[in-house]
């Protein structure tokens, strides 16, 4: 199947203990690469997140981005330094004494001391039902975000997909045209060799049947139905790859670096003018297919 690897969705579901907001977004990769952000409270829900994406993903860079916005206000949590506050009061005491300072004390001063106060936020309990909601709400809006990205790589996938075919016939059609310049080439070649042995004088010209059969040796050298026979089927096996239900872009890149050991192996074989010229063109189109399926999952 053609799907491409770019893609980007978005939602946000309210519900009645807070607001969560989803977004993902992925682009091209050789492999999966998978990065999620949680808010902290939510950090228990990153293995959860990761294996729904690699559920419906099969490689790509995709970043997956949850936001949660409580309703209510978490409740405050204030902490006395006691022990450090004991301690500041009877160095002033002392210095006091020793007539070094003047006054006490002020609460004014504890609000200036960094230590001496910590006032923190208080999460609501992991095993609470106002987190459990949240918790299923985050994999909820994970799933119908994963849904409409998914949606959204199809219908790219589906612009890949008949730019390929195109390019695909193109490759078949150049084919063709090499394996008939090829073949000419290979006739043309045995007319030389046999007009340069006739021209030979008596003495030199040998054994007709041996001569004969050198020269189809020699010529057999350029003979490429085995290349032209495997690019086919490599042709073949691309349309059926389009046409599976699995992500098939690594098998595609695969497929695309043995056409290319053809199409190499052809152009050192195969004889006739129009060849070399006709090899460029299908090397500049294997290269045009190449760009594309680097988009394709």
Known sequence: ????????????????????????RSVNHRYLDLQVRLPQFGAHMEARVRALVQRRMARGRVEVSVSVQPRQLPTVEVELN??????????????REDRLIEGTLQVSDLLRMPQALTIRDRSMEPDSPEAKAIDRAIEVAV????????????????????????RRATAASLLDRI???????????????????????????????????????????SDI????????????????????????GRKLDFLL??????????????????????????????????????NVE
């Open 1 to 24: 199947m053609i799907k491409s690897m770019t893609g980007f969705a978005s939602r946000t579901d309210e519900m009645e203990q807070a607001s969560v907001a989803v977004t993902i």
């Open 82 to 95: 006691e022990g450090l506050i004991y301690a500041v009061n009877a160095a002033l005491e002392r210095a």
């Open 143 to 166: 799933e119908r975000v994963l849904t409409d990205l998914d949606s959204m790589r199809v219908r790219e996938g589906e612009h890949l997909r008949v730019d390929l075919a195109g």
């Open 179 to 221: 394996a008939s310049a090829a073949g000419q080439g290979r006739e043309s070649l045995e007319a030389r060799l046999r007009d340069r042995i006739r021209d030979l004088p008596a003495d030199l010209q040998g054994d007709p049947a041996a001569v004969a059969q050198e020269i189809v040796r020699l010529a057999a050298r």
């Open 225 to 248: 139905s085995e290349e032209v026979v495997r690019f086919g089927a490599h042709l073949a096996q691309w349309q059926a790859l389009e046409e599976g239900a699995e992500p098939c």
């Open 257 to 294: 670096q043995e056409m290319n050991r053809e199409v190499n192996t052809i152009g050192s074989k195969a004889d006739g003018v129009p060849v070399p010229q006709l090899i460029v063109e299908m090397k500049a189109e294997l290269e045009k297919i190449r760009e594309q399926v680097q």
